[in-house]
């Protein structure tokens, strides 16, 4: 089946690093996906990373892969008040025609 | 560039009508994907839209359709609306099937 599972709350100071975590389901995915919605705008992509990767840094941005365990972590350094958000894990399985699973979202709660 | 843009933003509709959302990707763009994200849960998946064709369909029911115009531009139709459809429609264009999704505001229909 066709699952995304992430934590719904975490709640961290500013400066601290915050790390959000996510499972999937599908091995076959070839993208996996952390996306962030503030309040009343759109999805915004954060990052991707290809399933064959192990690791991708993007300046305060590092998001780690462990297929064997079907987890994937994002790690945001030196959180800042404007990084609160929902953020959502999602992967694009490579069955069943071109869709993206989305996560129910982990509410970043950052505090000054 | 104008990004992904819908209308209208917000919809007020009664149990048993129907309803038109309309997208108009990014310029380029010749792929556009219909999400439901329902308040507090991540989007799922409606329909993927390919030069004109569907190419991929979540586990919606048939009442929910969609079809991709010339100009690429889209419509999503929903009939004999149900309260559970009460929800925020994101609309995302893509240049080509597997490549980043640019997501739309979104439009908030409320079902009475």
Redesign the interface.
């Known amino acids: 089946g066709e699952d ?1 599972e992430q934590s719904l709350f975490l709640s961290v100071r500013e400066g601290d690093s915050s790390v959000i975590n996510c499972t999937y389901t599908d091995s076959s995915s ?2 996996l996906y952390w996306y962030k919605q503030e309040p009343g ?5 954060l990052t ?1 990373i290809f399933s064959n990767m192990d690791m991708k840094q993007d300046q305060r941005l590092t998001v780690l892969l462990n297929k064997k365990d079907k987890h994937l972590s994002l790690r945001i350094a030196d959180t800042q008040t404007g990084d609160s958000a929902i953020y ?1 894990c ?1 992967e ?1 399985p490579n069955t ?10 982990t509410r970043l709660f950052v505090k000054a | 560039d104008a990004g992904v843009t819908q209308s209208p933003t917000h919809l007020i509709k009664t149990r048993g009508q129907h309803v038109t959302l309309r997208c108009s990707p990014i310029s380029g763009h010749k792929s556009v994907s219909w999400y439901q994200q329902v308040l507090g849960q991540g989007p799922q998946f409606i329909f993927q839209y390919y030069e004109k064709e569907e190419r991929g369909r979540g586990n919606f029911p048939d009442r929910f359709s969609a079809r991709q115009f010339p100009n690429y531009s889209s419509e999503l139709n929903v009939n004999a609306l149900l309260l559970g459809d009460s929800a925020l429609y994101l609309c995302a264009s893509s240049w080509g099937l597997a490549d980043e999704q640019f997501f739309g505001p979104g439009t908030r229909l409320t079902v009475l």
């Open positions: 995304v070839t993208y705008a759109g999805l915004q992509l991707y959502f999602a694009s069943g025609g071109f869709k993206t699973i989305f996560g129910a979202g």
